[in-house]
């Protein structure tokens, strides 16, 4: 157990609609980072947050979107879907903005499926 | 170049035997380095980290780095079936990097 939760587990969406993902970081870490996870590959990087507001971003189109609130929770929106949104999406909770390269902790994930 | 290669397996060891897993790396200012461990259809679990040249050992895990190689590599000993999963490496120099993971099977 990391600590970290997301919601929900698995969710199936249809083409062109908006999802919303939620994940409750680890009690003390103040970072969320959010990741992709196609089948059969490594997490792609999407974007961090670090105390409310965003710290870096991966090679993501702008429909991916992301909130951290004062809680440290965090959301990840994303807007017009595509089949190719399909994918594990992982929360991960570190101590620490990203340049201070700490160890980070993954909630379960959320399972997407667009039709 | 992908950021970070790992063989992509499967890699199958017989149950007691040493499994070797191996890593490299593009960007020669990563800081931190880190092992995960995946069972199917769950998330990465944090198995070890490393963050200077050299062996670090946590139980039957040791991890080995060597920046001027830019090659990490985790090996696991008196591997048990339960060590079946895929082992993602992951490097840090501000975004986490990961490799696509290798496969490893422990035969009893």
């Known amino acids: 157990e990391t600590g970290v939760t997301q919601s929900p587990t698995h969710l199936i969406k249809t083409r062109g609609q908006q999802v919303t993902l939620r994940c409750s970081s680890q009690s003390g870490h103040n970072t969320v980072s959010w990741y992709q996870q196609a089948l059969g590959q490594g997490p792609q990087f999407i974007f961090q947050?670090?105390?409310?507001?965003?710290?870096g971003r991966g090679n993501f189109p702008p429909r991916f979107s992301g909130l951290q609130f004062p809680n440290y929770s965090s959301e990840l929106n994303v807007n017009a879907l595509e089949l190719d949104d399909s994918a594990l999406y992982l929360c991960?909770?570190?101590?620490?903005?990203?340049?201070?390269?700490?160890?980070?902790?993954f909630g379960q994930g959320t399972r997407l499926t667009v039709v | 170049q992908k950021e970070v290669e790992q063989n992509s397996g499967p890699l199958s060891v017989p149950e007691g035997a040493i499994a070797s897993l191996n890593c490299t790396y593009s960007?020669?200012?990563?800081?931190?380095f880190f092992w995960y461990r995946q069972y199917s259809g769950k998330s990465p679990e944090l198995i070890m980290s490393i963050y200077s040249n050299g062996d670090k050992e946590d139980g039957r895990f040791t991890a080995q780095l060597n920046k001027a190689s830019q090659y990490v590599s985790l090996l696991i000993r008196d591997s048990q079936p339960s060590d079946s999963a895929t082992y993602l490496c992951a490097v840090n120099n501000n975004d986490m990097r990961f490799g696509a993971g290798t496969r490893l099977t422990v035969k009893p």
């Open positions: 947050y670090y105390r409310e507001e965003e710290n």
């Open positions: 991960a909770s570190s101590l620490g903005a990203r340049d201070m390269n700490t160890e980070a902790f």
């Open positions: 960007d020669r200012g990563s800081q931190s």
